[in-house]
């Protein structure tokens, strides 16, 4: 799996952290399917994160739109966002 590479940077809890915040919601209302995660050159993931949809988080459960799409970089840590209105990727502050 390509989340493998990612043995020092536990990017999945910065990640749901980051996307709680935005969302006002809690971090276990976001998930990541490993299909939704692919390796690029360099130890960088691509890696797309979806709303959990359930009782809790609310939503419709046959869904599970995507929350945020980022890049990691698994050896320095660095995480950028891909910012849909400027077409790139942004460097992510948490």
Excluded: W
């Excluded at 990612?6 to 809690?26: G, M, R």
């Excluded at 009782?55 to 739109?65: A, I, L």
Aim: charged share 25%.
């Amino acid at each position: 799996s390509a989340s493998a590479f990612a043995y020092n940077c536990n990017y999945e809890s910065i990640l749901f952290s980051y996307l709680a915040k935005q969302h006002q919601s809690t971090e276990d209302c976001f998930l990541i399917d490993p299909r939704d995660v692919s390796a690029e050159d360099g130890g960088v993931l691509s890696v797309k994160v979806r709303e959990r949809h359930n009782k809790k988080c609310g939503g419709d459960p046959e869904t599970m739109p995507t929350a945020g799409i980022f890049r990691v970089n698994t050896s320095s840590c660095r995480i950028d966002e891909f910012n849909i209105a400027e077409d790139e990727y942004l460097k992510l502050n948490y």
